[in-house]
Every structure is written in C-alpha cells, then in structure tokens.
C-alpha cells in the first residue's frame, strides 16, 4: 500500500474520525519496550531521559505509529504516596497502599503536582524530549490508568471493592479524587507534548465489577477525566466488554481498545462508525509464543473485522516483556498491507 501520511497524521486522523492512508499500529507495552531496548532498567523507570531513548529505538528497529511516555502505570498512585517497588521479574508493582481517611488517607492528601511529585516530572520530560525528537513525524502518546481502577491502586483491589460496598459515596470520593490527579497530570502531559493519551481501566472490567457498579462507579469519573483533557483519549478495559461497550463509546473517548475476548465484528456491529476501534491480536497466544506468520493472519483478521478505516491495529493488552521484535514487525507488516479505506 502506498502511504501518504506520517504516522502522526495516521494516528491522528483515525482519533478525528478522518481518512487514513492505511490503520496504524499502535501497540503498547512499557516493560516491553524497556526490556527490549536493552537499556538499565532502574534507569528507564526513573529518568525522563532514559524512557524516551528507550521507546525511540524500539520504535525505530519495529516500525509502528507511535512513540510512548511511559514505563508503568503507577506513577500517579506513586506521586499519591504509595510505595512503588521495581522487581527484577514482573515490572513495578504497589509494595504499600494508602488508607482511605484519616491521617495519610487519600481523601486527606493534597492532589499531586505533576511538575513536583514522585517520577511526574520524569514522565513530564519525556514527553517533551520524544516531541521534540520525533520532529512532528510520530505521535507522542501518554497513558495511566483510568480514576476506578487507580483508586483501586491507592487503596489496594480488595480494600477498594469492599467499601464501594460498605462505604459507597465515601469511595466516590476516593474515586473522585483519583479522577482529579488524572486530569491534573493529563493536562500538563498535553501541555509538554503527548498529542494523545491512552488511559486503561482494568479494574472496570465486568470480570470484576458488574455494569450497574460501573455504570454508578466508575463511568462519571472517566467521562469527567475525558472531557476535561485538551487532547484525545483512547480508553481499554480488559475482558469481555461487550456489556459495558455503549458505555464505552459514550465516554467521550476517541478509540475503544478491547481485549481478545471481543468480538471485533460485533463491536463493530454494536457501536457503528461514531468511535474508532482498536485491537486485538491475543498478547500471549500470539505475540508472545506465535510465529510471525501466525500474527500477521491476525492483524490482517482484526482489520477486516473492524476497519480498515476508524481502526487501529494493536494487541488485546499490554505486549509481554518476552514478546519477540518479529512478532511486532509482523503486525506492522499486517496494516501496510491491508486494503484502502473506503
């Protein structure tokens, strides 16, 4: 396929409902691409430097539309003031969680400033360094996790599920106070360079918490977030979705990601042509243990079953750390030879 457009005109045209020359590729994996890149870990966790060289060579040697400015997903809960611990296996993970009141609670905690507080700042200079970098030919794409699911993080996921039971209005708040920080740092990530911002929200899953607990929960804190953030925003919940994918579309945000466990042509069919959708080649399955061969067929299918246009090419989820560089430049090769949009 010819291509006519950079890839951050790519990007950008499928998240304003405009023509594409081709779907882009837009896969994430933070610990992905700081394992491949081979940099020091500890380095690429903690310095704004560090990340963007990271996610510029990766995305150099496998050729896909966009460049990132993250790591983890925990940095907000971090700059909250929970202890984040970096293992040699698994990526960071949350080693303290925060009380819900009281002294220290999150309810009593000032919002964090993105400019101050915890690796912010770090995120924040990347941002910068991969738009100045990228030269205006990629689209420079933040992500953090959506207000339900980094409530859950502040408070721990069982803590957190129990008192939208006990407490619920009080957990509103928590919710609500995650929703803030998110809205606080989206704004300063646009302000330094990121033209997007990709927010998953695990926690919203309906293997989690049912669509009526979504729906009063989670939903009018993530439009909230979505309206007041000056760039577009791409929204993934993991599992099967299709309850909950009205909801979705009616977010406000500009692409639906879905898992595996999605049906495209259904979503498709569910949804229409108002919102783009991403997806989903299955992470493990395919682009961890499959051959390239194997995830080429894939990508190929999913952009049949739901593009070419208002579409873009990614995995079900995050890539695995050991996901192979092939694999990625499988699905690569599998949007530029899709056909035209129409």
């Known amino acids: 396929m010819m291509e006519t457009q950079t890839s951050r005109e790519r990007v950008l045209a499928v998240l304003q409902g405009e023509m594409a020359d081709r779907p882009p590729v ?10 491949t890149s081979g940099l020091p870990l500890p380095e690429v966790f903690a310095r704004g430097e560090a990340l963007a060289a990271a996610h510029l060579d990766v995305q150099g040697r496998a050729g896909y539309d966009a460049v990132y400015t993250y790591f983890d997903a925990l940095v907000v809960p971090e700059a909250f003031g929970c202890r984040v611990a970096l293992n040699d296996f698994g990526g960071p993970s ?47 794409m933040a992500l953090f996790e959506g207000p339900f699911t980094t409530a859950s993080r502040l ?21 609500a106070k995650a929703a803030d920080a998110l809205i606080a740092f989206g704004r300063a990530l646009a302000a330094a360079g990121a033209d997007a911002i990709i927010m998953p929200d695990p926690v919203t899953s309906t293997d989690l918490v049912s669509p009526d ?11 909230r977030v979505i309206e007041a953030l000056p760039v577009p925003v791409i929204l993934h919940i993991c599992g099967k979705t299709l309850p909950i994918l009205g909801a979705m579309a009616s977010s406000g945000a500009r692409l639906l990601s ?26 493990v399955r395919l682009m961890e243990k499959g051959t390239p061969e194997e995830v080429m067929a894939a990508g190929r299918a999913a952009i049949a079953a739901a593009g070419p246009r208002r579409f873009s090419l990614m995995a079900g989820c995050a890539l695995p750390p050991a996901t192979p560089l092939e694999n990625v430049r499988a699905l690569v090769s599998a949007a530029r030879s899709a056909p035209a949009a129409h």
Do not use: Y
């Open 26 to 35: 837009t896969p994430t994996g933070g610990w992905w691409v700081a394992q």
């Open 94 to 140: 949350i080693a303290k969680e925060l009380p819900l009141e009281g002294t220290g609670g999150v309810l009593a905690r000032p919002i964090p400033d993105p400019r101050r507080d915890g690796r912010l700042p770090e995120i924040l200079k990347a941002a910068s360094i991969l738009a100045e970098r990228s030269r205006g030919s990629l689209p420079v």
């Open 155 to 175: 408070l721990g996921a069982t803590t957190f599920l129990l008192a939208m039971m006990d407490d619920p209005e009080l957990t509103k708040r928590a919710i």
């Open 213 to 223: 607990q979504s729906a009063e929960f989670a939903f009018p804190e993530i439009r």
């Open 258 to 283: 879905l898992d595996q466990a999605v049906d495209l042509r259904e979503a498709r069919r569910a949804v229409g042509w108002q919102v783009a959708l991403g997806g989903n080649v299955d992470p």
